[in-house]
């Protein structure tokens, strides 16, 4: 062994340093375990979404109550479980698991900024995790209308509904892995309890839950009252989005200010 | 580094040596330190534990080894060189800079750090282009396969690094380490899991790294392997800084300390009498069949003690040192402070 080394150096940029640093954690965040589990209970969803479709309306004519039926179990199984769970997942692993193993540090001693680093940590879980909510939660929700006329809003509804509330909940629990260790524990706790319970209490408890804003948004465009929504399209919108921006700044924050092993 | 290293007052010491004041170990007052890597005053607390205490020092060019034992506090002073943690108190500066908040000193540390873990996904080409690429290599690339051919390591070779062995995923380490020809090289235990020769080779490669002007930084707590690094070298233990020098001027340093010897014979009342007699012990203790005795002069004794038992017509059953793994070394080094 001798050193001769004489590498030539540049800037790295903010955008250079996010495709960086998104190369590598999409390629950590995907396991084939992780994939399998999540793309089954997807599976499970559209298959017991077809069996609803079937089993309520029996080849009856088309009504509003199938297009509820459809909007209903897209937000019951698809916002409630599928979205926040899946997302949970990834974004947790994102940085959670590197800074858990020790492999952080080789994305953070670097002369590169903060913010590319938790973009990059959101976007790899975003890529992974958006088919696997987006095209059971639409596909399920649209399965149990039984096709009915108008079930279309339905299908475009989840789809628009889960894929920002992915992203919502991703930049989420990015930050949520960068606070805690076993992120997963609390973040299923945070859905379970929260999200999934506390929302049920009233219009007040739905205000602070990012599946109330993602049910809105299914709720404005399928045109279906799904109950407790009172805030519109864009206010649903602008929340989600909201709370993605605001989570990314403060992981990014955190970020800078985290011991790293 | 003339001087024999002081067991003692090291806040002020400079291991680069060329500091009149804090070689000579005079009480003036001391000047901060000047160095690519200067340490001022640091202490380490995580709760109630303190990991490293109000310790001082700088670092310039060449090899330097950290050695101490397990959980002494090498890798937090690490750690906090390169910003990965604050002190709790005083100050670290690498390069004039905190590796913390300036994002250009990052640049220019080249850190292995003690786990072993690593992109287990990706091979070692992948995972030494990356630490390139992050670090603003314009060929990131070429700059890791010459990297990974200065660890010997065969950038063709596409297993991920997941099935390396340790010692393969030691050389991966070093080759992304120093991959940006960074000028501070931060190496914790770089030398584990290696075989005889590699280690050899490793050494070679860090004594040619410091010979070029880098600060290369290594932590070991194995002090033979700091001997063949033939560099100078800090003895932390507890937190503390308790010793600095050569090799062999901390050899001489360990040689002074009391050494304990276990003495297996028949007759072991008489022997213990004739040991105390001949002066080559400071104290002696009977257990049994064994004579425990502490000496200052260990090869006198050593040349001594079959003859003792020859005159005595006691047999000689086991001769054996009881203090000297560097445990012992660091604890006598610490009691003296």
């Known amino acids: 062994m001798s050193a001769g080394l004489d590498s030539q150096r540049r800037r790295v940029g903010a955008v250079r340093a996010t495709a960086l640093c998104y190369r590598v954690l999409i390629r950590q965040i995907v396991s084939v375990g992780r994939l399998a589990a999540l793309g089954a209970l997807g599976a499970i969803m559209v298959v017991v979404g077809w069996v609803v479709g079937n089993s309520t309306n029996g080849g009856a004519p088309a009504n509003d109550g199938a297009l509820y039926d459809g909007a209903n179990y897209a937000d019951g199984f698809g916002l409630i479980i599928i979205v926040p769970i899946v997302s949970l997942v990834f974004a947790a692993a994102s940085l959670g698991d590197v800074r858990d193993d020790g492999t952080l540090v080789y994305l953070w001693l670097r002369p590169m900024g903060r913010a590319p680093l938790v973009v990059a940590a959101a976007a790899a879980a975003v890529t992974v995790s958006l088919p696997l909510c987006v095209v059971p939660t639409a596909l399920g929700g649209w399965f149990a209308t039984d096709f009915v006329a108008d079930s279309g809003g339905v299908a475009l509804g989840a789809l628009a509904a889960a894929a920002l509330g992915t992203v919502a909940y991703s930049c989420l629990f990015v930050l949520l892995g960068l606070l805690f260790r076993k992120a997963v524990l609390w973040g299923i706790a945070y859905v379970l309890l929260w999200e999934g319970l506390a929302v049920g209490l009233g219009d007040f408890a739905e205000r602070l839950s990012l599946r109330g804003y993602a049910r809105a948004l299914l709720s404005r465009i399928a045109d279906i009252d799904l109950g407790f929504t009172t805030y519109g399209l864009v206010t649903a919108v602008v929340v989600l989005a909201s709370v993605s921006a605001v989570s990314l700044v403060l992981a990014t924050v955190r970020l800078a200010r985290l011991n790293v092993d | ?337």
């Open chain 2, 1 to 337: 580094m003339s001087s024999r290293p002081r067991p003692v007052p090291a806040p002020e010491l400079d291991v680069a040596g060329d500091d009149p004041a804090s070689e000579s170990g005079t009480d003036a007052a001391p000047a901060p330190p000047a160095g690519m890597v200067e340490v001022h005053g640091v202490s380490k607390f995580f709760g109630d534990v303190v990991a490293v205490s109000d310790v001082t020092f700088a670092v310039r060019a060449g090899v330097t080894a950290l050695l101490g034992p397990n959980g002494a506090g090498k890798s937090t002073l690490f750690r906090m060189m390169c910003g990965l943690t604050p002190p709790s108190r005083g100050t670290v500066r690498v390069l004039g800079a905190d590796a913390r908040s300036d994002r250009d000193v990052r640049g220019r540390i080249g850190l292995s750090p003690q786990q072993d873990a690593l992109f287990d996904r990706l091979d070692a080409l992948e995972f030494v282009t990356i630490a390139a690429a992050t670090q603003g290599v314009t060929d990131p690339e070429a700059a890791a396969r010459h990297a990974l051919g200065i660890v010997e390591l065969d950038p063709d070779d596409h297993r991920p690094v997941s099935g390396y062995s340790k010692g393969m995923r030691q050389r991966t380490k070093l080759a992304a380490a120093l991959v940006h020809d960074p000028e501070v090289l931060i190496l914790d235990e770089p030398l584990n899991g290696l075989d005889p020769v590699q280690r050899r080779r490793m050494i070679e490669l860090l004594e040619d790294l410091g010979a070029q002007g880098r600060c290369v930084l290594v932590s070991s707590h194995v002090l033979e392997e700091v001997a063949r690094l033939g560099s100078r070298i800090l003895v932390i233990a507890q937190g503390r800084l308790v010793a600095s020098g050569d090799y062999r001027e901390l050899r001489e340093l360990m040689d002074d300390r009391p050494h304990r010897i276990s003495i297996e014979a028949d007759r072991p009342r008489d022997l213990a009498a004739a040991l105390v007699t001949s002066g080559t012990v400071v104290g002696v203790r009977i257990d049994g069949d064994v004579v425990v005795a502490d000496t200052l002069e260990v090869d006198r004794l050593g040349r001594e003690i079959a003859p003792l038992a020859k005159d005595l017509g006691a047999r000689l059953r086991q001769v054996i040192p009881l203090d000297e793994d560097l445990e012992s070394v660091f604890r006598y080094l610490v009691e003296r402070r």
